[in-house]
T-cell receptor, first 117, second 116 residues
Framework: NAGVMQNPRHLVRRRGQEARLRCSPM?????VYWYRQLPEEGLKFMVY????????ESGMPKERFSAEFPKEGPSILRIQQVVRGDSAAYFC???????????????FGAGTRLSVL | AQKITQTQPGMFVQEKEAVTLDCTYD???????LFWYKQPSSGEMIFLIY??????QNATEGRYSLNFQKARKSANLVISASQLGDSAMYFC?????????????FGKGTKLTVNP
């Protein structure tokens, strides 16, 4: 049973380029979350998606960042025109269902380390 | 206001001893979930243990247990019989069901070092 798969593990971009981060949730999971971790910090929530729907994007910067979780294929976090401040580890998590009754554990991928030169 | 507070930036423990990592939280919602994750130097985030606000008993998972004190709003992680492989960052997180969102709010973490 494969876990949450993120690729690439490391991504290097020059300022102004685009970064695309991919996340395939665990089998049977229909909820995907993206978090960002700056050095020496905890994870900060960015966006929560279900298939074809954005449920909560309250942590997403208003410009340059977008996320999708299409009916088929992985979830994509897209950062346009990257700047040095975007350098961070980006984690994807997935869970099977909603609600505290279901525990709804979020299982994380290994992350994508984005470096902007 | 910080919702999750981990007051110990770093902790040291001898191999085979027990260690407690502190976590306090702030919420006015009666329904919430508390989580602990481990992040080794390789970088991945590993789920350790979960405690629901309505759970009657403290959660346990192998060598991990959660000392849940609801009135104090604390959810300390206890690791028994520490092993060298336990050296890692440990993050406490909370989920509140606000508006249908399932987002986790994380603390800043505690770096645990297990000495031989």
């Amino acid at each position: 049973n494969a876990g949450v798969m993120q690729n690439p593990r490391h991504l290097v971009r020059r300022r102004g380029q685009e970064a695309r981060l991919r996340c395939s949730p665990m089998k049977g999971h229909s909820h995907v979350y993206w978090y960002r971790q700056l050095p020496e910090e905890g994870l900060k929530f960015m966006v929560y998606l279900q298939k074809e729907n954005i449920i909560d994007e309250s942590g997403m910067p208003k410009e340059r960042f977008s996320a999708e979780f299409p009916k088929e294929g992985p979830s994509i976090l897209r950062i346009q025109q990257v700047v040095r401040g975007d350098s961070a580890a980006y984690f994807c998590a997935s869970s099977p269902s909603m609600g505290l009754q279901a525990k709804n554990i979020q299982y994380f991928g290994a992350g994508t380390r984005l470096s902007v030169l | 206001a910080q919702k999750i507070t981990q007051t110990q930036p770093g902790m040291f423990v001898q191999e085979k001893e027990a260690v407690t990592l502190d976590c306090t939280y702030d919420t006015s919602d009666p329904s919430y979930g508390l989580f602990w994750y481990k992040q080794p130097s390789s970088g991945e985030m590993i789920f350790l243990i979960y405690q629901g606000s309505y759970d009657q008993q403290n959660a346990t998972e192998g060598r991990y247990s959660l000392n849940f004190q609801k009135a104090r709003k604390s959810a300390n992680l206890v690791i028994s019989a520490s092993q060298l492989g336990d050296s890692a960052m440990y993050f406490c997180a909370m989920r509140e069901p606000q508006g249908g969102s399932e987002k986790l709010v994380f603390g800043k973490g505690t770096k645990l070092t297990v000495n031989p």
